[in-house]
């Protein structure tokens, strides 16, 4: 996914992000971060084995795509009360910080049974004739679903992946195929270069956290529910990542839109029908505690 959302130290809601300048060192690779211009953050990512790429193509940088970065009011929805959004983000980065290096010190072994548990399930609720499926480029220890890209590539599925074209602006999807040739959007994400746009009827998204209603914690950018307001028809939209970064509410905001199902990597996968955008924020419900 995105990081973007590691800036987001005073989680203003406007998306902006004032934060120190400095390196994270995860137990599996190191996460170099800049200052890029207009005050956003770059990255680059090195040495992670999870990032070791099984059809070859080059992802020593990059990462998943930015339609999974919704935490902010970056999509222009009113937010309600200011002090509310701030303290829901802030809430949020301290959750997602948590979650993060919890993913992160996963044993890779484990990490891959887990996955490969989670697209079993997966497999279940994605029908065989679906005719586009957009998924993500996996980094931070996310599920890596490119084997599962290219199996269903091969039986007719077309398969592809979001490209960030600029700050505040909706993804477009590009197709992609085994083997093609790869290139760096906003923030070194990787896309395919010669991708043909295209529009998923089902978009499957990483998992930072996920609560009991199906909302979920992604990087906090802002994409994901700005694309997903304007995509018409509404795709149907899959939440994957592991059961253990459950939460019991994420304190879901008006811009906030949920899941139609949650795959983990435990029980079976879980569905939340009806209207998926978030209610009018309460107090009691949208706010988490001093």
Known sequence: MLLDALGDVAGDSNGTHDGAIGMFHQREGDFNMERSPGSR??????GDPAFRNPM????????????????????GAAVGDPQQA????????????????????????????RTAVLLEQL???????ARIVSLYWPIRGEPDVRDWMRTRCE???????????????PLEFREWRPGAKMAR?????????????????????????????GFRLGYGGGFFDRTLARLTPHPLVIGVGYA???LETIYPQPHDIGMDWIVTDEGPPQRFPGDR??????AHLSHPPS
């Open 185 to 213: 959007g906003l923030w070194k994400i990787p896309y395919p270069a010669d991708g043909a746009e295209v529009q998923p009827g089902i978009v499957i998204a990483p998992l930072v956290g996920f609560d009991r209603r």
């Open 56 to 75: 070859g193509e080059d992802d020593s940088e990059g990462g998943s795509a930015p339609c999974l970065l919704h935490e902010l009011s970056a999509d």
């Open 244 to 246: 253990n970064s459950a």
């Open 155 to 169: 039986q007719g599925t077309r398969i592809a992946l979001p490209v960030a074209t600029a700050l505040g602006r």
């Open 86 to 113: 701030r303290d829901v983000a802030r809430w949020r980065q301290v959750q997602r910080e948590r979650l993060l290096a919890d993913r992160m010190a996963m044993d890779v072994k484990l990490r891959t049974q």
């Open 277 to 282: 955008r978030a209610p009018s924020a309460n």
């Open 41 to 46: 953050w770059a990255f680059d990512i090195q």
């Open 123 to 129: 497999s279940l609720i994605v029908p065989a004739d």
